[in-house]
């Protein structure tokens, strides 16, 4: 099981926190610190970690975009490496993307927000030459924002969200998925929800959910205010996997009611039992 102590997910915080350098080999000393959890856990909490620090920094930095933009060019007219950008989003502590997105964001205000954003995902439509090459290597570069990572962490996801529909079938749960859902009329939908309840852990559950990410406090109280609060209402109890282990925290906290129940893994075997149902002999057919 990969269920983190309070404790030593406090330290794991603090380590990211204190970090000073390129976050993308933070993962790395990381992994040498903490041996005991996978690389895999620890990649999840450092993107957690990171992208809270710029959802509560992002506005100051648009305020001092001005500035951020002279930084940049200041440097381009002394040398026309391709990392400059990358240099200045370490010292901001931030993923490289953000700078980018700001920075072209100021440059080509009069631009729609949609063609700043494409010389994002595609920077051979940027005119400046050297700032198309800076955003390339730092879209190339960076593992915990930007559009390529957004679309490996959609590629993750549904990794173990099929993952989790072989191992439902292996297991003999007969299902519905979130598109049998969406076609009758539901909008907020489990990943799975069961044809037929079964006892996890001796708890009867109607549905499992998938997060191919670390949970941690702050994400798991918004996923069941946004998400499983509703599926437990309107299904009864259910599980939500967190493949990438959790804090033991969350496992107990009050959120989580009668309907939310912590793992981090598929059931196993033997923790399942399937409902059987005794119909009254007058309606079992005996010839």
């Not at 005991?36 to 001092?64: D, M, N, P």
């Not at 002279?70 to 010292?91: E, F, G």
């Not at 859902?181 to 852990?201: M, Q, S």
Request: proline share 4%; with cysteine; charged share 25%.
């Amino acid at each position: 099981m990969v269920v983190v102590s309070t404790e030593q997910f406090t330290e794991i915080q603090n380590f990211i926190r204190a970090y000073d350098g390129d976050l993308n080999n933070c993962s790395v000393e990381l992994e040498s610190r903490f041996p005991e959890l996978s690389a895999i856990t620890l990649g999840s909490i450092l993107s957690k970690v990171v992208l809270q620090r710029v959802k509560t920094t992002y506005s100051r930095l648009v305020a001092k975009a001005g500035s951020l933009v002279s930084q940049y060019q200041n440097a381009a007219k002394q040398t026309p490496d391709h990392d400059i950008l990358l240099k200045m989003a370490v010292k901001l502590r931030i993923p490289s993307t953000v700078v980018c997105r700001i920075l072209l964001g100021k440059l080509y205000q009069n631009l729609p927000r949609s063609e700043v954003l494409d010389m994002l995902r595609v920077p051979d439509m940027i005119p400046d030459s050297l700032l198309a090459m800076n955003v390339s290597y730092c879209l190339h570069s960076e593992h915990m924002d930007g559009p390529i990572t957004d679309a490996i962490r959609r590629c993750i996801g549904e990794e173990y969200e099929d993952r989790m529909k072989k191992l439902a079938r292996a297991a003999g749960m007969v299902f519905y998925d979130e598109g049998d859902l969406r076609r009758t009329g539901y909008d907020k939908t489990p990943d799975l929800k069961l044809a037929v309840p079964c006892l996890f852990r001796g708890q009867v559950i109607n549905w499992i959910e998938s997060k191919a990410s670390f949970g941690d406090v702050d994400s798991h109280r918004r996923y069941v205010k946004d998400q499983l609060a509703s599926y437990g209402n309107r299904f009864g109890p259910g599980v939500v996997i967190y493949w990438f282990g959790y804090v033991d925290s969350i496992a107990d906290c009050a959120e989580n009611g009668n309907e939310v129940i912590v793992t981090d893994g598929f059931p196993e075997t033997e923790e399942i039992e399937f409902l059987t149902f005794n119909l009254p002999c007058s309606l079992v057919d005996t010839d």
